[in-house]
């Protein structure tokens, strides 16, 4: 599975970057809204994330019509190779998903909550898919298991083109593991949620023990 980073924070994305596990970025209006982001630079920053991630950077169109997800979605492709257009799944966005795609531009269905959603994304051309996790367990339903029955249609077919899953509303750890488990394709990871997976107390003891018996050797 790889990893991508779900933030706009330009720090973040260079961390996780620095770590060398970093494949791609995803950004969302509220992800933007969220650093501060303004209109005007909405483009700029776009541009800046490509320079630093040499991978998929999914940048949200806004429209709600298939001729406006279009033309944003054309001005966002012309930012850099490397921008996938984000593109919600409703008939509009399917639509504007066909036109795009035809065109060579990577589409990312975002907003993608079950399996049917996901198998009419692909045949629209979406090149990623990215249904959502947490907000299923916010309404206390088993997210996981939604995400596990997409990526079972999904794999069910060839549709002509190359389809991958990104796991997405990753709140946990444990979220990460369950989506390697079923084999999603890439998992989109909060910077907060990565550096948590780092994280084990084993890890923490064991360092310790060694730097005290190393100390120890050096001082025998
Ligand atoms: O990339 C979009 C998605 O990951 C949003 O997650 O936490 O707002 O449900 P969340």
Known sequence: MKFFVDTADLREIEEAASWGVC????TNPTLYQRIGGKLADF?????????????PVS?????????GIVREGEELASLHRNVVVKIPTITEG??????????????????????PQALL???AGARYISPFVGRFDDISEDGIEHLSNT?????????????EVIAASIRSANHVLQAALMGADIATVPFKVLEQLMKHPLTDRGLESFLADWEKVRNA
Not at 23 to 26: E, N, W
Not at 43 to 55: A, L, P, S
């Open 121 to 123: 994304a692909a045949r």
């Open 151 to 163: 990526v079972n249609c999904l794999a069910n077919y060839d549709f002509g083109h190359e389809v």
């Open 43 to 55: 483009h700029n920053h776009v541009k800046r994330i490509c320079e630093i991630v040499d991978g």
């Open 94 to 115: 399917l639509a504007a998903t066909k036109i795009l795609s035809e065109q060579g531009i990577a589409v990312n269905m975002t907003l993608c909550f079950t399996a």
């Open 23 to 26: 494949a791609g970025v995803t």
């Open 59 to 67: 940048a949200e169109s806004v429209a709600l019509d298939r001729d």
